[in-house]
C-alpha cells in the first residue's frame, strides 16, 4: 500500500502506509529507507534523515551500500559535507570504484569550498554595515556578486540552510529586509530552533518598522535560550526604542517642546540605522524645534525626514513654512515650487508656492520705515518730521555738484516712502505685505471697466 501511494505521488499516505508497516516490522531497514523516500518527496528533510541513521543502525552494510549513497546524497542537499563524505567514503569501501559515489565525493568538495566563499562574503558585508557603511549601491553590488556562487551552491546544495542563512545576512547588509524576512521564514519552517535565523529575522521586522513581530522572534529565541546574548541585546533594543519614541510623542502632543525636542534626539540615538522609524522621530524634532523657534536645525531635521521618506508630505510643507520663518525665502521659494510639482492636484502646495512667492517679495521691497529711520509704530506727526528733515538733507540743491546724483536718488527714495507712510490705504496695504503696484493695477482695470458702464447699460464690443 505504501509502495503504490508513492508510485501516484501520494507521500503523505505512503508516510503514513510505511509507518504502519513499521509498527508491524520495526527492524526491517528497507521501510526505513522507503519511508525516508517519501519524506524526502514532502521536503521533511531532518525525518528522512532520522530514518536514514535507524537504517544504518539496523544493517552497517546498509541495503548492500545503496543505503550510504542515498543518506550521503540527502547530507551533501542539506550541505552536511563531513557527513556526505563519511557515507560516500563508506560505499567506496563496500564497493571500491563505485562511480556515483567518487562523482559524489567531488561534487561535495566543490560545494564546500562556495560555502566557505560565501561564509566569507558575508561577513565581510556584515562587518561593513556594522561599522556604518551607508553606501547602499555597494551593499547591493556585494549582494549581486555572491549570487551566482550562491546559485551554484544551491544546485549543488538545494535544501542548504546554511547557505540560505548567509544569503539572509548578505540581504540585510544591502538593506533588503522584506527579503530577509521571507528567506529567514524558509529557514525557521525547516527547523524552528534555528536561533541565528530567528534572531536575523527580528532584525529585519525591526527595521521595516513591525516592532510587535521584532519581538515576538527575539522572545521566541529567547525561550530556545535565555542566555543568547543577541537576542536579547536587541530586545531590549527595541523595547528602550519604543519607549522613548512614545515619551517625546506624549510631550509633543502635550505642546512641551523642549521635552519632546530632547526626548526625540534620545530615541533616535538608539539606533541610528531604523531609516522607516526614524523618519518619524526626525519629523517630531522639526515640529517641536520650530515651534521653539530654532528654525535652522528644524529645517535640518525636516531634511532628513525627506532623506529617510523622500515622499513625506507633512515634511514637505513644514519644511518650506520653517524656511520662511527662518527668514530662508529664496530657499522656500525653490522648495514650494519643487513640491508644487510634485503635488500639483494639491491645493495646500498651491497655497504655500503662493505665500512663498509673496514672501520673497515682500523681502525684496523697499523699507520705507528704514528709509525714514522710523519704527512701525510711527505716527503722521513723525512721519511728517522725518520727511521734512531728510527732504533739506538730500534736496539737490543742498548739496555739491559731485554728491548730486546720489543725493537725487536719496531724495527719490524719500519722497517714495513719505507718499506710501501717509497715504492710510497704502500704508495699511504696505504694512500686510500687499504688493502695491498689483493694488494699483486692480484699481485701473476696476476703473477701465466702470468706464464701460454708465447706469445700468453695458457696452460690448466686437473685433472681427
Not at 135 to 159: F, H, K
Not at 375 to 382: I, L, M, T
Request: charged share 30%; proline share 2%; net charge negative.
Amino acid at each position: 500500500m505504501g509502495d503504490t501511494a508513492f508510485a501516484n505521488s501520494e507521500f503523505s499516505s505512503a508516510v503514513r502506509h510505511y509507518t504502519a508497516a513499521l509498527d508491524q516490522q520495526s527492524t526491517v531497514p528497507l521501510l526505513y529507507t522507503k519511508r525516508a523516500a517519501a519524506y524526502l518527496s514532502l521536503k521533511s528533510l531532518s525525518q528522512a534523515l532520522r530514518d536514514l541513521n535507524k537504517a544504518v543502525e539496523l544493517d552497517s552494510s546498509f541495503v548492500q551500500a545503496s543505503g550510504y549513497l542515498n543518506r550521503g546524497k540527502l547530507q551533501r542537499q542539506m550541505c552536511n559535507y563531513d557527513a556526505a563524505e563519511q557515507d560516500f567514503a563508506r560505499v567506496l569501501e563496500l564497493k571500491p570504484g563505485q562511480k556515483v559515489a567518487d562523482q559524489e565525493l567531488k561534487r561535495v568538495q566543490a560545494a564546500r569550498m562556495r560555502l566557505q566563499v560565501l561564509e566569507a562574503a558575508a561577513e565581510e558585508a556584515l562587518a561593513a554595515h556594522a561599522a556604518g557603511d551607508t553606501d547602499i549601491g555597494a551593499s547591493m553590488r556585494r549582494a549581486e556578486q555572491v549570487q551566482p556562487s550562491l546559485d551554484a551552491l544551491y544546485e549543488e546544495s538545494p535544501d542548504c540552510l546554511k547557505a540560505q542563512l548567509l544569503e539572509a545576512k548578505v540581504q540585510f547588509a544591502a538593506t533588503q529586509y522584506e527579503q530577509v524576512i521571507a528567506i529567514t521564514g524558509r529557514i525557521v519552517k525547516a527547523d524552528d530552533r534555528q536561533l541565528e535565523a530567528l534572531v536575523l529575522r527580528g532584525r529585519a521586522y525591526f527595521y521595516t518598522a513591525d516592532h510587535d513581530m521584532a519581538k515576538r522572534h527575539f522572545g521566541e529565541a529567547l525561550k530556545y535560550d535565555p542566555d543568547h546574548g543577541e537576542a536579547r541585546k536587541f530586545f531590549n533594543k527595541v523595547k528602550e526604542y519604543d519607549r522613548k519614541r512614545s515619551r517625546a510623542e506624549r510631550a509633543l502632543e502635550a505642546q512641551d517642546w523642549a521635552e519632546a525636542e530632547t526626548n526625540f534626539i534620545e530615541a533616535l540615538h538608539v539606533d541610528r540605522d531604523h531609516r522607516r522609524g526614524n523618519d518619524g522621530l526626525w519629523f517630531g524634532l522639526c515640529r517641536a524645534r520650530a515651534a521653539l523657534g530654532r528654525h535652522d536645525t528644524a529645517v535640518s531635521d525636516c531634511a532628513n525626514v525627506l532623506v529617510l521618506a523622500p515622499e513625506h508630505r507633512e515634511a514637505k510643507l513644514l519644511l518650506v513654512r520653517t524656511l520662511l520663518q527662518a527668514g530662508r525665502f529664496d530657499e522656500a521659494q525653490v522648495k514650494a515650487r519643487e513640491y508644487l510639482h510634485q503635488h500639483q492636484h494639491d491645493g495646500e502646495f498651491h497655497e504655500l508656492a503662493r505665500e512663498a512667492e509673496r514672501q520673497l517679495k515682500v523681502s525684496k521691497r523697499k523699507d520705507y520705515y528704514k528709509i525714514l529711520g522710523l519704527d512701525k509704530s510711527a505716527g503722521d506727526r513723525e512721519i511728517k518730521r522725518a520727511y521734512r528733515e531728510l527732504a533739506k538733507k538730500y534736496h539737490p540743491d543742498k548739496v555739491s555738484a559731485d554728491e548730486r546724483a546720489a543725493a537725487e536718488a536719496q531724495f527719490r527714495e524719500v519722497a517714495e516712502a513719505y507718499e506710501v507712510l501717509t497715504d492710510e490705504t497704502k500704508r495699511r496695504l504696505y504694512d500686510a505685505g500687499e504688493d502695491l503696484e498689483e493694488h494699483e493695477q486692480r484699481q485701473q482695470q476696476q476703473q477701465q471697466q466702470q468706464f464701460f458702464r454708465q447706469g445700468n447699460m453695458h457696452y460690448t464690443f466686437h473685433f472681427g
